[in-house]
């Protein structure tokens, strides 16, 4: 977790608000669209960015991913193996990417050659919250195997991010979980002015949808 004293969290957070800021600025001036992608561990974040990726690449855009994991390449590889530039960015202990990470990574890539970049966050759906990167979006991903208290549990993630999906939405009946129940709290929480959108990344069922939502 990060850290101890309360003062010194507030210079931490000042400081990667900073970062972030001139991130947005750098994807800004190469005229890059960031999606940011938050949540747990198997919410689907990575198959999400393969497939979002893959539609893109059929409109023409040029697309990079930076995996965010704790350690490991497993999500950049899974990446690479489908056809998506991808860079690996381990936060060696943190259990969230800060901009720092991800500026970083910005550095060591050719900006020039993509149109779109997708930020895949630490599987963690509390302190990423606290941490923008610099996206043009921040994006939560649930899925139904998480059961149906996510956001009642989880209100911090849910009012930092500007879209939440709910993702494996062909098996909620299986683990016995009702999206309206998850869909509702969302709505309730975000004063009725936000819908959750519901996606099944397997069947591919509401992922054009998600396109347009993300004004790619
Ligand atoms: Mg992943
Ligand atoms: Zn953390």
Not at 56 to 71: E, N, Q, W
Not at 109 to 125: A, C, H, S
Not at 130 to 152: C, H, K, N, Q
Not at 187 to 197: A, C, E, N, Q, V
């Amino acid at each position: 977790m990060h850290i101890v004293q309360v003062g010194m969290e507030y210079d931490v957070l000042k400081e990667n608000n900073k970062i972030a800021n001139s991130n947005y600025r750098l994807l800004k001036k190469h005229d890059i669209r960031t999606i940011e992608l938050m949540g747990s561990i198997g919410s689907g974040k990575t198959a999400l960015i393969i497939k979002l990726a893959e539609r893109l690449r059929k409109k023409g855009l040029r697309i990079c991913a930076i995996a965010g994991d704790v350690t490991g390449e497993d999500d950049q590889r899974r990446m690479k193996e489908s056809g998506l530039d991808a860079v690996n960015c381990n936060t060696g202990h943190e259990c969230h990417l800060d901009a720092n990470l991800v500026k970083k990574s910005l550095d060591s890539m050719d900006l020039d050659r993509y149109d779109v970049i997708f930020i895949e966050n630490v599987g963690n759906l509390v302190c990423p919250a606290d941490f923008p990167l610099g996206a043009d979006y921040r994006v939560v991903v649930i899925s139904t195997t998480e059961g149906d208290d996510m956001v009642r549990k989880h209100h911090d993630i849910f009012l930092h991010s500007d879209v939440a999906i709910l993702n494996k939405i062909d098996i909620s009946d299986a683990v016995g979980v009702d999206p309206e129940i998850i869909k509702e709290d969302y709505k309730r929480l975000t004063g009725g002015l936000k819908s959750m959108y519901t996606c099944s990344v397997k069947t591919e069922d509401g992922i054009d949808e998600l396109v347009s939502v993300l004004g790619l």
